[in-house]
T-cell receptor, first 112, second 111 residues
Framework: KAGVTQTPRYLIKTRGQQVTLSCSPISGHRSVSWYQQTPGQGLQFLFEYFSETQRNKGNFPGRFSGRQFSNSRSEMNVSTLELGDSALYLC???????????FGDGTRLSIL | GEDVEQSLFLSVREGDSSVINCTYTDSSSTYLYWYKQEPGAGLQLLTYIFSNMDMKQDQRLTVLLNKKDKHLSLRIADTQTGDSAIYFCAEGNNYGQNFVFGPGTRLSVLP
């Protein structure tokens, strides 16, 4: 069974640009969550989508947005990139709220 | 708000047991998880325990939960060099997948 797939694995952008990250969940999983991981702040929850609806949201500015498609695949968008957005962005999927989350290997975003 | 705490570093000798500790604050936590992260990789789910349990064993891994003290521990028996990684404790509940992670414990296994 394929795991959670995130693309691309690495990305380099400059300040002010925007970026879209993609996540394909495990087949049958309808919940997709996104996290930002940095050395200073650790793992921080961005948002969770379930059946194409955002169900939970962390404490991030509106530059961070996401969506989920009917096949449960999800995208995360960050606009007007800042140096502080450099991080590992992790996606996790689960069948539903009361099920464990399984993580992808992440997209490492570097802002120059 | 919710908070999860862990010690940041642990060193053990190969073949010894490792015990990684975690404390949490959210009494409504339904599930408590242990994840492992190796360099350059995402988080690998190791094991999890429901809040109505006090122990779970899975091969070399033993999870102990003291719900009264909101304390969770992960014991790794016969620790190997391949166990060197960062271990994250996380809490979750039925009210959406808003997991709260601890800062991670970096386990170093010395030969």
């Amino acid at each position: 069974k394929a795991g959670v797939t995130q693309t691309p694995r690495y990305l380099i952008k400059t300040r002010g640009q925007q970026v879209t990250l993609s996540c394909s969940p495990i087949s049958g999983h309808r919940s997709v969550s996104w996290y930002q991981q940095t050395p200073g702040q650790g793992l921080q929850f961005l948002f969770e989508y379930f059946s194409e609806t955002q169900r939970n949201k962390g404490n991030f500015p509106g530059r961070f947005s996401g969506r989920q498609f009917s096949n449960s695949r999800s995208e995360m968008n960050v606009s007007t990139l800042e140096l502080g957005d450099s991080a590992l962005y992790l996606c996790a999927s689960s069948r539903d709220s009361n099920q464990p989350q399984h993580f992808g290997d992440g997209t490492r975003l570097s802002i120059l | 708000g919710e908070d999860v705490e862990q010690s940041l570093f642990l060193s053990v000798r190969e073949g010894d047991s490792s015990v990684i500790n975690c404390t949490y604050t959210d009494s409504s936590s339904t599930y408590l998880y242990w994840y492992k992260q190796e360099p350059g990789a995402g988080l690998q789910l190791l094991t999890y325990i429901f809040s109505n349990m006090d122990m779970k064993q899975d091969q070399r891994l033993t999870v102990l939960l003291n719900k009264k003290d909101k304390h969770l521990s992960l014991r790794i028996a016969d620790t190997q060099t391949g166990d060197s990684a960062i271990y994250f404790c996380a809490e979750g509940n039925n009210y959406g997948q808003n997991f709260v992670f601890g800062p991670g414990t970096r386990l170093s296994v010395l030969p």
